[in-house]
């Protein structure tokens, strides 16, 4: 396999063909908190796709947010955001929104 260098992130993403579409998972559970169906799916589909497991919002102190991401061993892209403690409620989408906005693949 060829790897190409990604401008946004600095990490190698593995080129698969051109008509090889996306998958993108929204999920409440935590990717390595156990290893379920789920995990079992995507692990298969990120052979032939490139696979983003997207996490809820991990709380943090202080008023950095971050997209922390990383690449487990089958090729899976764990994305995990991070926002400041505090947030209301009501805040979390749109904070969500405009933080993560910038991060395009």
């Not at 990604?6 to 935590?30: E, H, M, T, Y």
């Not at 102190?61 to 403690?85: F, S």
Request: aromatic share 8%.
């Amino acid at each position: 396999m060829v790897a190409q260098k990604s401008n946004i992130l600095s990490k190698n993403f593995r080129v698969i063909g051109q008509d090889a579409l996306d998958i993108v998972c929204l999920s409440p559970k935590r990717w390595n908190l156990i290893y379920q169906k789920p995990q079992h799916l995507l692990n298969h589909c990120a052979a032939g796709h490139r696979v983003f497991f997207i996490e809820e919002p991990i709380f943090i102190p202080g008023e950095v947010c971050r997209l922390e991401v990383t690449q487990d061993k089958n090729g899976v892209w764990v994305v995990v955001p991070q926002l400041p403690q505090g947030l209301s409620e009501d805040a979390v989408n749109p904070d969500l929104k405009v933080r993560s906005s910038p991060v395009v693949y």
